[in-house]
Every structure is written in structure tokens, then in C-alpha cells.
């Protein structure tokens, strides 16, 4: 074994030893006083599908603002328009209960040309949106308007939680959001497991999660949509934030539908440091482990780890790109651009026990030409694909007991990739 090789094994025993700690770590959970609770039906709201509840509801949500403590939303179906939620709160929607989204867009409040989210929650701790009832965007009516242009701000989404900690999200259904179900932007010490989210797969923009966080874990959660499944989406084009926006993310035991994968992107300049995928299913979704994000756009994306996974019926399973929205034709048509704060890196990424059938291309890793992706590690990934691998522009590489079998094209393409190990 050179140097180099060993040097490289080395960083990526650590890296699954990173993945192993984060696989047992505990967020801090919201503290939600409990001598407070506030009944949804105690302040007027009527569950009949037709009352419009929000001044009802939103009373509730006021006086937890006070003291803190529980609103519950108990079995019946309240239509209701935006909603603000703040700390110290626990929104508990009962078995049976259906919190529904008007979908009276004439008349629906607009702010700095969007619509108001569904239920918001900003500069807050402590906050716990749970049960074993359901959500409801109603978004057919909004899907149809976007699409035939009849309106230019942008849709609500269902749940918006922004420079928030101390967050819980637990048990409940979304369903079907005018634009994503849930949004997290910017924060930190999040759980959230055992929810489930579904829209159809020709749905427009309802991303699944959305999140930028730190100290994060997403675990036993069943999501189908009509775009990315979860997208860890960081930084913004016009400047690169301070620090690193995301790190120590575990996702794991969950299961993806249909909908875009799960992915890292395409906004990257706020950075990204260790995330741990593990024990996760994907059937039927366009991407499984996607990175995607382009010039202009880039940051520092490292210590990526996913473990124990299954694929199935996926169009392109593993696709690493510095590209977005496309690839070049080929490799050789792009030239070196000279490097600056938003040009993308990745680095120290690696795949272990990762089975994939079913698929459209076997393996794509598009680094730039002035930023290669750097040092990947593949132990025991097998992929039975129509088409072959693509590296381009990678270095210090390295497939260990790896087997990627095509049925047509080139078996495997290389441009400027420096590997290890048997393909």
C-alpha cells in the first residue's frame, strides 16, 4: 500500500468513526412548560371543514406566547389561514385531527411578494410541533395557478421555521403543501422522526425537508413528494455566509418514495461539514445520493458519509456534480475558471455497503476543472445500471470490493480522475 493510499484509508476510518458517534448523539429537546394547555375548540374553533378558524386558533397560539405550554388540536377538520407559532410551545394535533390550508388565494395575505407561510416560527426556542394527526396544504388549486401563471409571488409553504432552536417535529402527516411541507432555515438542535410526508410526484416544488441546521438528526420518516425528498440546502448566490451554516446531520431509517432523493445543494457557499447517512431506502426516486451545485453557488462541502444503503428503480443513484443544472456535453468542453470564494468543493466523501438495482446510470461524479472532488472512499457498492461510471475531474479515489455492471455504452468514462481499486 503506498502512502497516499494509506493516508487516504486513514481519514476515512475516521470519518466512519465520526459516522458511528453521530449515530448515537442526542439533540436538545424543547422545553415545553405542561401546566399550560390551551384547547383550539375552548377559544371557538369549530371542526366542521368549512369554518374558517384562524383568529380561533391563533388566540390559542397567543396565549402559549404568554405562558407557554400546549395547544392541542383534537379530532375534527379546521380550515384555517396562516398561522405564527412561538417559544415554549408544544402544537399537539390529536388522532383524528385535520389542520387544513384555506384555498381562497384571492384575499390570502402577501408579504414582500410571498405568501404567508402556513404555520411560521421565527427567532424562537423550544418549539414542538406533534401527534398523530395530519396537515393539510390543499395544493392541487396552488400547483394549477403556478403552472398557469396566474400567480407570480411565491406559495406558501406548509411549515417555515427560521433562526430557530430547541426544535422537535414528531409523529404527524403532511400532506400536499402549496410549496415545501417543511422548511428549516438556519438552525440548530433539531429532531425530527416518525413523520410523514406525501404529495404527488408531478407536484410542483414540494420539496420534502428543507433545511439548513446544526446538531440535527432525522430518523424513521416516510417521505414521497413531488420534488427533493430532503434537500440540505446552505448559502445563497450572492454571498458566502460566515462559518459553517450545516454540520453534524444524521439521517437515517428512513424511507424515500417518489420525489428527488436526497440532496446536498444546490446552494452550498454556507458550507457543510459532517453528515452521516445510514440504514435508508430509496425506490422510485429520480436521485438517491445527489450533490449538486454549480459556480456561483459553491462552498467547502466535507467529512460525507453514507452507509447500509438500498436503491431501487433509480434513474441516477449516486450523482455528484459541481454542476448545476447541467453537465457539459463532455468533460474536455469546460475550461479552468479562475477560483474564488463561491467556486465549489467536496471532499472526504465516502460510500459503504450501498446495493443498487434497477438503475439508469450506474455512477456519475462531475468535479470542475479548477476543483476536483477530492478524496472518495467506495467499500462494497454494487450497482446493476443501464450505463456505465463517469469520473471526471476527481482525485485520490479509492473503490475497495466494489462492482458496477452496465448493459450498454462505455462500461466506465474517465477524464482527469485519479482512483484506486477495481470498477
Not at 484509508?9 to 399550560?36: K, R
Not at 448545476?324 to 474536455?332: H, N, T
Not at 461510471?389 to 468514462?413: I, N, P
Amino acid at each position: 500500500m503506498t502512502v497516499r493510499r494509506f493516508m487516504i484509508c486513514l481519514l476515512f476510518g475516521v470519518l466512519w468513526l465520526y459516522a458511528g458517534t453521530a449515530d448515537a448523539q442526542h439533540q436538545l429537546l424543547p422545553e415545553i412548560p405542561q401546566q399550560h394547555s390551551y384547547n383550539i375548540k375552548d377559544e371557538g374553533a369549530i371542526g366542521d371543514g368549512k369554518t374558517l378558524n384562524t383568529v380561533f386558533i391563533q388566540n390559542a397560539l397567543d396565549k402559549a406566547r404568554t405562558s407557554g405550554g400546549i395547544v392541542v388540536v383534537p379530532k375534527g377538520v379546521f380550515r384555517c389561514g396562516p398561522l405564527t407559532m412561538y417559544s415554549k410551545t408544544n402544537l399537539i394535533l390529536e388522532e383524528g385531527a385535520v389542520l387544513t390550508l384555506t384555498s381562497e388565494i384571492e384575499g390570502f395575505p402577501v408579504a414582500d411578494n410571498r405568501y404567508l407561510n402556513f404555520i411560521n416560527v421565527n427567532n424562537a426556542t423550544d418549539i414542538k410541533i406533534s401527534g398523530k394527526g395530519t396537515l393539510d396544504g390543499q395544493g392541487s388549486i396552488w400547483w394549477q395557478r403556478f403552472i398557469n401563471k396566474e400567480i407570480t409571488a411565491r406559495r406558501p409553504q406548509m411549515v417555515f421555521i427560521s433562526n430557530s432552536s430547541k426544535i422537535e417535529v414528531e409523529g404527524i402527516t403532511f400532506l400536499n403543501p402549496p410549496n415545501t411541507h417543511l422548511s428549516l432555515k438556519n438552525t440548530s438542535e433539531v429532531y425530527i422522526h416518525g413523520i410523514t410526508i406525501s404529495a404527488p410526484e408531478k407536484s410542483k416544488n414540494t420539496d420534502g425537508i428543507n433545511i439548513s441546521a446544526r446538531n440535527c438528526l432525522i430518523e424513521k420518516c416516510n417521505i414521497s413528494t413531488g420534488d427533493d425528498n430532503i434537500a440540505i440546502n446552505f448559502g445563497n448566490k450572492q454571498a458566502a455566509a460566515d462559518g459553517q451554516e450545516c454540520r453534524n446531520i444524521v439521517i437515517r431509517d428512513c424511507y424515500f418514495g417518489h420525489g428527488h432523493g436526497l440532496s446536498i445543494g444546490s446552494y452550498t457557499s454556507g458550507g457543510l461539514s459532517n453528515l452521516a447517512v445510514s440504514r435508508c431506502v430509496f425506490e422510485g426516486t429520480t436521485s438517491a445520493i445527489r450533490i449538486k451545485t454549480a459556480r456561483g453557488r459553491g462552498g467547502l462541502v466535507e467529512n460525507i458519509s453514507y452507509s447500509d444503503i438500498s436503491i431501487k428503480d433509480v434513474k441516477w443513484p449516486i450523482f455528484i456534480s459541481e454542476y448545476y443544472p447541467k453537465e457539459p456535453a463532455a468533460p474536455q468542453d469546460d475550461t479552468v475558471t479562475q477560483a474564488g470564494e463561491r467556486t465549489p468543493e467536496y471532499r472526504n466523501i465516502s460510500l459503504k455497503n450501498i446495493k443498487v438495482t434497477g438503475a439508469g446510470e450506474a455512477l456519475k461524479i462531475w468535479g470542475l476543472p479548477e476543483s476536483p472532488v477530492k478524496s472518495l472512499y467506495f467499500s462494497n457498492v454494487t450497482v446493476e445500471a443501464i450505463l456505465g461510471v463517469q469520473l471526471y475531474h476527481v482525485k485520490d479515489a479509492v473503490f475497495e470490493s466494489c462492482r458496477f455492471s452496465s448493459r450498454k455504452g462505455e462500461r466506465v468514462s474517465t477524464f482527469k480522475a485519479d482512483f484506486k481499486g477495481s470498477l
